[in-house]
C-alpha cells in the first residue's frame, strides 16, 4: 500500500513548526483562491488565518509529517500504523531550497530507523 503526505523536518519542532507555514499558508490561500507564487514562512499563523480556515486547514494537513527528528518519527509511525503503508511518497513544500534539502535529509535518515 503506498500513501502520500507532506512533510517538514528540521533539527527541532520550532524550526520545522516556523517551515510549515509555508504549507498552511497556501492551503489557507487556496481556499481564497489567492493562488500565487510559494509564500515565505512566517513567524505565526495567528493574524493570517480565521478561526474557521485554521481549522478547515489543520483538518487537512492532519496527516502531514513535521517536527525535529524525534516528533517526526512518531507522526510517520502513526500515519503509517493509520495507513497500513509500506511505501511512503512525501511533498516538501519548503520555501527555501536549502532547508528543503535538509528536509529530505532528516526523511532519509528517519527511513534507516523505521
Known amino acids: ?3 502520500a503526505t507532506m512533510g517538514v523536518m528540521d533539527d527541532t519542532d ?19 483562491n489567492a493562488r500565487g507564487k510559494m509564500p515565505k514562512p512566517i ?3 495567528d493574524g493570517f488565518w480565521s478561526e474557521m480556515e485554521q481549522i478547515a486547514v489543520e483538518h ?3 496527516y502531514a509529517v513535521g517536527g525535529g ?3 517526526a518519527t512518531a507522526r510517520m509511525r ?5 495507513t497500513n503503508a509500506d511505501e511512503i511518497m512525501i511533498s516538501m513544500p519548503i520555501h527555501s531550497i536549502e ?12 527511513r534507516e530507523a523505521l
Open 60 to 62: 487537512t494537513l492532519r
Open 43 to 45: 513567524q505565526s499563523m
Open 69 to 71: 527528528p524525534e516528533t
Open 99 to 110: 532547508a528543503r534539502l535538509r528536509s529530505v535529509d532528516l526523511f532519509g535518515k528517519m
Open 78 to 82: 502513526d500515519f503509517i500504523a493509520a
Open 14 to 32: 520550532a524550526e520545522a513548526n516556523y517551515l510549515f507555514t509555508t504549507v498552511q499558508q497556501t492551503f489557507v490561500n487556496m481556499r481564497r
Open 1 to 3: 500500500v503506498m500513501a
